[in-house]
């Protein structure tokens, strides 16, 4: 089945440094990419999203390319603040399938 | 405010009783999906309806059930209770089967189940 991977956390940084989690994933046909964020104590939200490979997807800073022939969607940021301390969800939806699979979740923590 | 609403927020039972979580999906939502979220297991999808059918189901247990009704909010009803299945309920909603693979999904803030 389907399955999505993600590296495990914690991940601590120092503000202003460069945040890389990897995720690969595991599907057949053409998934859509996503990555999900949880702040302490909150739902999840919509970080960014591709649906093709080669898509960039981009948000508040954070930029994912959608990979095929390494069925990887790594997310980025270039200088990360405190504000940016959450759980990050790398996930994929089939159409046919329709609903959501989740990796494991990264935590990040961002030190001033 | 996502525009998933869930009730209640906060719930605290015992062992081998039975308790309804809500979900109302985003105004023009069809789609309804449960999710889990423990420690252990991370985020498991439970159950999907769309329109007040099942569409999938996904690792829900015997003891749980769920329903969409006509103003397509839903109701997950957990019963028998054990204390594994002490976590957070998220429900999430989205605009149909054909367009959700390009626009995602709304979450709401969950419900956070605990079993004594």
Redesign the interface.
């Known amino acids: 089945g389907d399955s999505v991977t993600q590296m495990e956390g914690p991940v601590t940084l120092s503000e202003e440094a460069f945040l890389t989690i990897n995720c690969t994933y595991t599907a057949t046909g053409y998934p859509s990419l996503f990555w999900y964020v949880q702040y302490p104590g909150e739902g999840l939200q919509l970080l960014l999203k591709a649906t093709k490979a080669d898509d960039k997807g981009s948000n508040k800073g954070f930029e994912a390319t959608y990979r095929k022939e390494t069925t990887s969607f790594h997310l980025e940021k270039g200088s990360v603040q405190v504000s940016d301390s959450a759980v990050y969800f790398c996930a994929l939806s089939k159409a046919a399938g329709n609903k959501l699979t989740f990796g494991g979740g990264t935590r990040v923590l961002v030190k001033p | 405010d996502?525009g998933v609403t869930q009730t209640p927020k906060h719930l605290i039972t015992a062992t081998g009783q039975r308790v309804t979580l809500r979900c109302s999906p985003r105004s023009g939502d069809l789609?309804v999906?449960w999710?889990q979220q423990s420690l252990d297991q991370?985020?498991q999808?439970l159950i999907?309806y769309?329109n007040g059918e099942e569409?999938?189901k996904?690792n829900i247990l015997e003891r749980f059930s769920a329903q969409q009704f006509p103003d397509l909010h839903s109701e997950l009803n957990l019963s028998s209770l054990e204390l594994g299945d002490s976590a957070l309920y998220?429900c999430?909603s989205?605009v149909g089967?054909?367009r959700?693979?390009?626009y995602?999904?709304?979450?709401?803030?969950?419900t956070r189940l605990t079993v004594v």
Not at chain 2, 104 to 110: A, E, I, N, V
């Open positions: 996502s789609s999906y999710y991370g985020l999808f999907q769309y569409r999938a996904g998220f999430a989205s089967l054909l959700q693979g390009l995602g999904y709304t979450f709401g803030s969950g």
